[in-house]
Structure formats: structure tokens, C-alpha cells
């Protein structure tokens, strides 16, 4: 039987808050203060873990309440912490809960599918470990189909010859001589998850999918690939032998417990209103989120978990609502509150040109997979940036995302040629811009619907 590995939790960046802010600064313009808050918080994490034991589990972490509209980088501050410490992370709106009786999603769900991110983090880390082993097992299973041990007793086979044969493979696999000769092999075939009420046995808190895959009978498959397809087949077949699923899902809850953290969005949405009969359940969502950020027990079905230490982003933009018409309650349990400003054109030209990820630096990359050169000029920038200002502040202001559109409505005619221009090279300057969007801004009914 093969050896599992046994799974050791990840180890928390020791990253200063300093150097998070930082970090933070290459992909998102402005907004120091959410930048401090959740760096400060990701820092104390790091704390925590390095303190007295009786001391740990009277620390709770310190959640966060960013307001502000949209499109100025709520999302993207909690998603960028979360890729660069690499905690389990997931975004979710409060809409999409109701309270429990209602149709809808159940609050606890989004418990469940932290869990479901932190194993795949653990698997990720713990493949790296097992790899070379793997590869190596896969390689010897392929010797094995390629020249199959003799049938006959070992007093009668010449040993000598057939050590020989095997180790003649060997090198022609090394050196990918033999990937294109077709081989059988087998692989279990995992049935369908079986539907209930329009629901996922795989989302249900207990394990049924996993009890009716242990008593159905295994479907093994046999196929014939190549040996290049082979190989990558046995080669993830000998990395889940070598993998020991309970200790993953082990290190994953210990992971998510001590290091997850939930995005809730449009957590203003749920504010109830003096409305009757058109926000069913809003203070019930309310009322359910409150024990999971306080602390509770979640039942899934890898095991319990417990949400004490889970850091809580929640984020809204609280127009039609203020923070303190949430439940009391709910209010004490987020104790840093940070607002973020509606951007400017200066900060529109900063997101275009600073982040690593820009746009323009994106559109570039993208046409230059077809040979062209896209150049963007000072004075194009600063146009691009006008447009976007003016059009935030004419209709609905969407943020950063209204870069998005006038980008894709200002490039549409270059991506559509790019292909059949082979060489060559498109500047974008001032009057390039003008020349596709004036017309498109100045008309305030078409810029709601193009722009």
C-alpha cells in the first residue's frame, strides 16, 4: 500500500504591515486607509500565532467594514491580501443568503466553501512534495505496461535480458521517444453527483456523495492514449495514492479556522427598510451571519469548524443605508470601519499607468500576441481618464470598472484588425480617443447604454 504524506498546516507570511501595504500599492491606487486596516489585521494574525496558548484563543481578529461605492477597490484590496499571504478567500454577496426557511442559500454555506478553498491550497502544497515521487512511480507503472513482466516462473526467465529491456525503456521514456506509441490503461470513472431538489449531493453538510461512491460499484475504465497521455494520467493517479485525504482535510480546517477570511459584499443590501413585503428576511440574514462572526461551529463534510479566528471583510456602499441600521450586534462585531473615496481623473490616470496589472499594459499584451504594438501616449491617458470622470459623474458612477468600457469601446476597431495586420504598430493618442469617444460622451442617453 502506498505511503501517504501527512499534511503540515501552511506557514503564515512573516510579512511586516508595511510591506503589505506595499504589495497592496502595485495593484490598487489610493485608498491608504483600507490599506493600513487590513494590513494591520493580516499582521496581528501573525501575532497571534506567537503568543501564549491561553493567550491565542482570547484574541479574536479584529474584522473590517470598508464603505464606499463601487468600483474603488473594495473587492480587489481583500482578494490581492488574500493571493499574497495565501489564506483561504472567499467573496460572496449578502444577497444571495436568506434566513433559514426561506428559499435561498443558508448562511453557513459560505463556511463550507472556505473549506473547500483551503483544501485546494493544502492539495497544491502538498502535490509539490510528492511530485518527484510521483513521476517516478508513474514512470515505473509505464515500464511495467511497456514491457510486462514474464508469465513464466524466474528460474526460466533470463533475468539479465529482461532487466536490460526494462531499463532500455526507461531511457527512451526519458527522452520522450516512445510518446507517441499507443498504450492501455486503466482509470475509475467517478458517476455523475447525484441531484436533489436542484441541489448537489456534493454541497449537502454531510458526505452522501462519498457514502454512495463507497457502496456503488468502482466503473474502471480501460482506454487507449499515447504514452505522453499516459504518463500524465498514472502521474495524477500516483499523486492521490500518495496523498492522505484525511490529513489534508485536517490541515485545511486548521487552515481555513486560523487563516480564512470571507468577503461579504452589498452587506448594506440587507439593512431591512420600512418596506413590508419587499425585503424578505434581510434582518434574518442578519440575525444568522451574527453567530458565524462571533464564533460558532459549522458542521461540514470533511469535519466541524469552528469560525472564531476567521477574519470577516464585509463592504457596501451604504447609500440608501447607514452602517447603523444594522442589528447592534452585528455592528460591534466589525470594529475597524474604513471609507473609501470616490476616485478622481488623477487616480484614473495612476490606474492606468502604476498597477502592475494596468489595463493598458493588458490591451498591450493582448495585441502583441498578434505581432501589433499598441503605444499609449501621456496626452492619451489623460484623455482616457477625462472620459472616465465625466461619464462616472454624468450616469451612474461605477469606479475604476467604467475603464473597462471605454477601453473595450475605444480599442474594438484595433483588436478587430490586429489579426490582419500581421506587423505593425497603433499609437492611441489624444486624437485617437476623441475621435472614438467624443461623440459617444457628449450624448448623455447613448453614453448610459455603450458606456
Do not use: C
Not at 45 to 55: C, I, K, L, N, T
Not at 192 to 213: A, F
Request: glycine share 6%; charged share 30%.
Amino acid at each position: 500500500m502506498a505511503k501517504k504524506t501527512k499534511a503540515e498546516p501552511l506557514a503564515t507570511p512573516d510579512m511586516t504591515p508595511r510591506q503589505i501595504v506595499t504589495e497592496l500599492d502595485r495593484y490598487i491606487i489610493g485608498q491608504d486607509d483600507a490599506k493600513r486596516a487590513v494590513a494591520v489585521a493580516i499582521r496581528n494574525r501573525w501575532r497571534r500565532q506567537r503568543v501564549a496558548d491561553e493567550m491565542q484563543g482570547e484574541i479574536a481578529p479584529k474584522n473590517i467594514l470598508m464603505i464606499g461605492p463601487t468600483g474603488v477597490g473594495k473587492t480587489e484590496i481583500a482578494r490581492r491580501l488574500a493571493s499574497l499571504t495565501g489564506a483561504p478567500f472567499i467573496k460572496v454577496e449578502a444577497t444571495k443568503y436568506t434566513e433559514v426557511g426561506y428559499y435561498g442559500r443558508d448562511v453557513e454555506s459560505l463556511v463550507r466553501e472556505l473549506v473547500e478553498n483551503a483544501i485546494t491550497l493544502v492539495r497544491a502544497h502538498l502535490r509539490k512534495g510528492v511530485e518527484e515521487e510521483a513521476r517516478r512511480r508513474a514512470g515505473e507503472r509505464l515500464v511495467d505496461i511497456l514491457a510486462p513482466r514474464p508469465s513464466f516462473s524466474a528460474e526460466e526467465a533470463d533475468q539479465g535480458h529482461y532487466e536490460r529491456t526494462r531499463d532500455k525503456m526507461r531511457a527512451m521514456l526519458q527522452a520522450g521517444e516512445l510518446d507517441q506509441r499507443r498504450v492501455e490503461i486503466s482509470s475509475e470513472q467517478k458517476a455523475n453527483p447525484v441531484m436533489i431538489g436542484g441541489m448537489g449531493v456534493e454541497q449537502m453538510d454531510i458526505d452522501l456523495q462519498g457514502m454512495l461512491e463507497r457502496f456503488m460499484p468502482k466503473n474502471t475504465v480501460r482506454r487507449e492514449v499515447s504514452v505522453a497521455e499516459a504518463r500524465e494520467i498514472l502521474f495524477e493517479q500516483e499523486v492521490e495514492a500518495l496523498l492522505n485525504p484525511e490529513e489534508v482535510n485536517a490541515a485545511a480546517i486548521d487552515l481555513a479556522e486560523n487563516m480564512g477570511i470571507i468577503f461579504v459584499d452589498e452587506l448594506d443590501k440587507v439593512v431591512a427598510s420600512d418596506t413590508r413585503g419587499a425585503d424578505v428576511s434581510r434582518q434574518g440574514v442578519q440575525r444568522d451571519l451574527l453567530p458565524i462572526v462571533e464564533g460558532t461551529t459549522i458542521q461540514t463534510k470533511h469535519g466541524y469548524v469552528k469560525t472564531d479566528h476567521i477574519l470577516f471583510v464585509a463592504a457596501g456602499a451604504f447609500h440608501s443605508a447607514s452602517p447603523s441600521e444594522l442589528m447592534p450586534e452585528l455592528q460591534g462585531r466589525f470594529p475597524i470601519r474604513v471609507e473609501l473615496a470616490d476616485l478622481t481623473k488623477e487616480d484614473f490616470v495612476r490606474i492606468l499607468t502604476e498597477p502592475k496589472n494596468s489595463l493598458t499594459r493588458q490591451y498591450s499584451a493582448l495585441l502583441d500576441t498578434e505581432g501589433v504594438t499598441l503605444e499609449f501616449t501621456d496626452d492619451a491617458i489623460d484623455a482616457i481618464a477625462s472620459y472616465a470622470f465625466h461619464v462616472n459623474q454624468s450616469t451612474q458612477n461605477i469606479g475604476a470598472r467604467r475603464l473597462h468600457t471605454i477601453l473595450e469601446r475605444l480599442l474594438e476597431e484595433a483588436s478587430f484588425e490586429a489579426p490582419d495586420m500581421k506587423m505593425g504598430k497603433i499609437v492611441v493618442n489624444a486624437a485617437y480617443v476623441n475621435e472614438r469617444l467624443k461623440e459617444v460622451t457628449e450624448d448623455e442617453e447613448l453614453s448610459k447604454f455603450i458606456l
